[in-house]
C-alpha cells in the first residue's frame, strides 16, 4: 500500500497530456483566499521534485519567478505602455522609436529568461559601429529600465543589462560657436526673419530654446526700473520651459537674465507686430499662435543661415547658446559668471548666487553683450 504524504510535501501526478511529471505544492494565500501553488515538471518524478524545490527556494527567497514565454519584446512593450506616464508625448515618441528600430528589431524575439549579459555586450558592440556613444547610452538605459520593470514584476530573476558597461562608439556631431563676424552677420541677416527676435535674445542672453518657447510676455520686461536704487534694468524671467513637468533644466537654470540694448529693441518690435499681446501669451509662437516646437525653428533658422554667408547644414538654434559663451569668454568674462549666466550648476559662483538671493537680475550678459555688438547696433 502505497504511503500517504504528509502535510506539507505537496502533491504528484502524472500528466498524460503533457506526458510529463507535475509536482504541486502550496505555499500561501492571496489575500482573496485564493491558494498560491507552485509546480515543477520533468520526465521523472526526481527531475520533477527538483524543478519543484527550485521554484520552491525561489519564492522562499523573495526572487523572481521566470515566466517562460516573456520576450524581451514583451518587456519593452510594457514598459513603453505603462512606464512612461510622467514623460512628455514626444518623448515617448521618440522613446518608442529607438526601442522598436533599435532594441526589438535585435533582441526582441529572446526570451526574457535566456537573455544573457554577453547577448547585450554583443548588441552594444555591434551598434557602436554605427550609433554615438551618447545614443548607445540611451538605448542601454531604455533597456535597463525595462528589464527592471519587469523584474519587479516577477517576469525574470535579475537584471542582466545593469552588468554591461556602454563601448564608445561614433564621435557624435561636435557643436560649434560663431565668430564674431558670423555672429553680426547672423543678426543683420535675421532682421527680416520672422524668427529675428528669437535669434537676437537666444543669442545675447544665452538661454536655452526649450527655455524661449516657453516664454510668455508676462515674464518679458522691456522697461525695467530705471529710477529705482539702483536702478532695474530690461530683463526676461527665465523660469520656465517646454519639457513635461513645464520647469528649466534644473534649479538653479530658473534666472533672470537683464536684457542687452538690442534685445529691447527686437522684443519691442516683435511686440507690436503681435499686436500688443496679452501677458499669458507666448512670445515666441507659430503664425497660428501656437507653440513653437523645435522643428519650426529650425525650418526658420536655416534661411537666415544661408543668408549670412553660412551652410544651414552645418549649424542649429542650439548653437546660438554655444556662441554666446564663446563670445563671452573671447571678451574677457570669467568662466564662473558664464556658468551663472548660462544657468549652469557646480559652480562656487551659481551655488553663492541661488542660495543667497531671490532670483537676481544677471547683468554681466547685458553688458558684454552691449559692449561686444555696440558698433553694429
Not at 521618440?94 to 528589431?105: A, D, K, P
Not at 520593470?149 to 535579475?158: F, H, L, N, S
Request: with cysteine; net charge positive; proline share 4%.
Amino acid at each position: 500500500m502505497t504511503k500517504r504524504r504528509a502535510r506539507g510535501e505537496g502533491g504528484l501526478h502524472w500528466d498524460e497530456s503533457r506526458q510529463r511529471w507535475i509536482a504541486t505544492i502550496t505555499v500561501g494565500y492571496t489575500p482573496a483566499g485564493k491558494r498560491i501553488v507552485r509546480k515543477g515538471s520533468g520526465k521523472t518524478k526526481t527531475e520533477a521534485r527538483t524543478k519543484l524545490r527550485e521554484k520552491i527556494r525561489d519564492y522562499e527567497d523573495g526572487l523572481a519567478l521566470v515566466q517562460d514565454g516573456h520576450t524581451v519584446a514583451d518587456a519593452l512593450t510594457d514598459w513603453l505602455t505603462y512606464g512612461l506616464s510622467n514623460q512628455s508625448e514626444s518623448t515617448k515618441a521618440n522613446y518608442t522609436t529607438l526601442v522598436r528600430s533599435h532594441i526589438i528589431s535585435d533582441l526582441g524575439a529572446r526570451k526574457l529568461r535566456d537573455l544573457s549579459a554577453t547577448d547585450v555586450d554583443r548588441w552594444l558592440m555591434g551598434k557602436a559601429q554605427r550609433l554615438s556613444t551618447r545614443t548607445l547610452r540611451l538605448l542601454h538605459s531604455l533597456l535597463n529600465r525595462a528589464v527592471n520593470r519587469a523584474m519587479a514584476r516577477d517576469r525574470v530573476k535579475r537584471n542582466v543589462v545593469a552588468l554591461c558597461e556602454v563601448p564608445t562608439g561614433r564621435g557624435g556631431r561636435p557643436s560649434k560657436s560663431l565668430t564674431l563676424d558670423h555672429a553680426k552677420a547672423l543678426l543683420i541677416a535675421a532682421e527680416s526673419s520672422s524668427l529675428h527676435a528669437y535669434i537676437v535674445v537666444s543669442l545675447l542672453t544665452g538661454a536655452r530654446t526649450e527655455e524661449l518657447r516657453a516664454l510668455t510676455w508676462a515674464h518679458v520686461d522691456l522697461a525695467g526700473k530705471p529710477d529705482n536704487d539702483p536702478p532695474v534694468p530690461p530683463s526676461i524671467q527665465v523660469w520656465r520651459s517646454v519639457r513635461a513637468d513645464g520647469d528649466t533644466k534644473t534649479k538653479k537654470s530658473r534666472r533672470t537674465l537683464a536684457l542687452p540694448a538690442r534685445c529691447v529693441t527686437a522684443l519691442t518690435t516683435h511686440h507690436e507686430r503681435q499686436g500688443q499681446p496679452a501677458a499669458d501669451r507666448l512670445v515666441f509662437a507659430s503664425t497660428a499662435g501656437t507653440a513653437l516646437d523645435r522643428h519650426n525653428v529650425l525650418r526658420a533658422f536655416r534661411p537666415v543661415v544661408a543668408k549670412a554667408g553660412l551652410d544651414p547644414r552645418d549649424w542649429t538654434p542650439r548653437e546660438l547658446r554655444h556662441s554666446f559663451v564663446s563670445l563671452l569668454s573671447d571678451s574677457g568674462m570669467s568662466l564662473e559668471q558664464i556658468a551663472d549666466l548660462c544657468g549652469h550648476s557646480g559652480t562656487t559662483v551659481t551655488e553663492a548666487v541661488y542660495r543667497h538671493q531671490l532670483r537676481p537680475v544677471l547683468l554681466g550678459g547685458a553688458v558684454a553683450t552691449d559692449r561686444i555688438f555696440a558698433a553694429e547696433a
